[in-house]
């Protein structure tokens, strides 16, 4: 997933990457949605989920207004995921240049 939080106060971007990714409490540390999905994050602005799971980080963003794009990955199980969707996202960072 992709998503923008340009348009967002700077309270409710604090609040979107709390839900998402969770953060640290003095020794505590919370889980994100992302994390507790088994979900990894690629970078600003962008996040990968497993399909089941998708509903529910849709929600969140939308809750909060956020801009969002979605885009189906296939994966082999044995291949890196990370791997996998940076060059993914390369090839269509690519395509829309041109």
Known sequence: ???????????????????LFGKKAGRRRYLGLVERCGGRRLGR???????????EALSTLREHGVRHQTT??????????????????RSLQSCSRR
């Open 1 to 19: 997933m992709r998503y923008s939080l340009e348009n967002l106060t700077q309270t409710e971007k604090q609040k979107v990457s709390y839900k």
């Open 45 to 55: 602005g962008c996040f990968l989920v497993p399909k089941a799971d998708a509903g």
């Open 72 to 89: 189906e990955v296939y994966m082999c199980p044995a291949e890196d995921p990370v791997a996998s969707f940076k060059r993914f996202y």
